[in-house]
C-alpha cells in the first residue's frame, strides 16, 4: 500500500447537481446528462470518444486557486479511462470526457456539502466544492490502447530493473537499522521531534530545504517495526514518489520528517501510529496501531 492518501483520479460520486463557488460565473456553468455541473474552456467541436475507445487526459484537483494534484506534476504522463455508455454508477470524469474532443478542456464541480466530513479527501475538509480541471489529450482506440499499454510496461519494467541494485541496498540498511532501533543501539544518531517521531540521517546532502509546499520527489522503502515485513516501496514502481509538502497529501509523520530533509539527504523514520495510520490502519498490508519505517531519499524538490 502506497503511504500516501491518494486523490482518486476517477471520482465515482453520485451526487446531484453542484453549485459552483470560485470556478466560473453561473451563466458559465452547464450540466450533463447525469446532472455534474462543468464550465467548458476550450470547446474545439472535434471529434468526442466513442463506447470502447480509450480517452487520455490531464487533470489536476484544486481547493479553490490551490492546486493539490496533478498528473502533470505526480505521473508525469497522462491518466486514461475507457468509455462506456453502460456504467452502473453516473461519473463525472466520464460524463465530461464523453463531451470533449482532442486539446478540449474543462472543470467539473464537486459540491462537498452532502460528503461528511471524515470521508472527505485531505486538503477538502472545510472546502465547499472541489474542482477537477480536465484536458483531453488524445482518443485511443481499444487496440491502440493496448499496444501504448505494452510499450509503457516495458518501459517501466526497464526502470524497475535499472533500480533493483539501489533496492536491494536499501532493504539491507532498513533491515540493520530496524535491528539498531529494537536494541536501543542507535545512539545519539537516533534524533526525536516533539511530536514523538524519530529519525536517522544516513547521508547528508547539500541542496535546497524541503519546504511547505514544495513539490518533493522521493524514493522510499517501508517495513512495520514490529517484524520488519516490506510493505511498500518506490523502487518496485521504477520511479520516485512525488507529492506536495505539508498539505496533508501524506501520513502526518512524512509530512513532519520530509520537512527536517534538504536534497540529496537519506534518512530513516521511525513513525509512531499516530502519526501514521492509527487505530484503523492501512488496508490489508498496515494493521492497527503499528508503527511503521521508512527510509527516505530526497532527490528534488520544486
Known amino acids: 500500500m502506497r503511504i500516501y492518501i491518494v486523490f482518486a483520479l476517477f471520482v465515482a460520486l453520485s451526487l446531484a447537481a453542484c453549485q459552483p463557488d470560485g470556478g466560473g460565473s453561473s451563466s458559465d456553468v452547464q450540466t450533463t446528462e447525469n446532472g455534474f455541473e462543468y464550465i467548458m474552456h476550450v470547446d474545439e467541436e472535434g471529434e468526442q470518444p466513442q463506447a470502447g475507445e ?7 484537483i484544486r481547493n479553490g486557486d490551490s492546486v493539490l494534484m496533478s498528473t502533470r506534476q505526480q505521473q508525469g504522463r497522462p491518466a486514461f479511462m475507457e468509455i462506456s455508455n453502460m456504467e452502473q454508477r453516473p461519473n463525472p470524469v466520464s460524463d465530461v470526457l464523453k463531451l470533449l474532443s482532442a486539446e478540449d478542456s474543462a472543470t467539473i464541480i464537486i459540491d462537498l456539502d452532502t460528503i461528511p466530513q471524515e470521508q472527505r479527501q485531505p486538503g477538502f475538509k472545510d472546502a465547499d466544492n472541489m474542482y477537477y480541471d480536465i484536458v483531453l489529450t488524445d482518443i485511443l482506440s481499444k487496440q491502440e490502447h493496448q499496444a501504448k499499454m505494452a510499450e509503457m510496461q516495458a518501459e517501466q519494467q526497464a526502470k524497475v530493473q535499472e533500480l533493483a541494485g539501489d533496492k536491494d541496498a536499501v532493504a539491507q540498511l532498513v533491515s540493520a537499522t530496524l535491528e539498531q532501533y529494537k536494541n536501543d543501539a542507535l545512539g545519539d544518531e537516533l534524533q526525536e521531534t516533539a511530536s514523538g517521531l524519530k529519525y536517522v540521517i544516513h547521508e547528508q546532502g547539500d541542496g535546497a530545504q524541503a519546504e511547505p509546499g514544495n513539490e518533493v520527489f522521493v524514493h522510499y522503502y517501508g517495513v512495520l517495526a514490529e517484524d520488519g515485513t516490506m510493505f511498500d516501496n518506490s523502487y518496485k514502481r521504477g520511479e520516485p514518489f512525488s507529492f506536495q509538502l505539508g498539505q496533508g497529501m501524506v501520513i502526518p509523520g512524512w509530512d513532519e520528517g ?11 523514520f521511525f513513525v509512531p501510529s499516530e502519526l501514521g495510520y492509527g487505530q484503523r490502519g492501512g488496508g490489508r498490508t498496515i494493521p492497527p496501531n503499528a508503527e511503521l519505517v521508512f527510509h527516505v531519499k530526497l532527490l528534488d524538490v520544486q
Open 258 to 268: 520530509v520537512a527536517l530533509l534538504q536534497v540529496g539527504d537519506e534518512a530513516t
Open 54 to 60: 480509450y480517452a487520455y487526459f490531464h487533470a489536476q
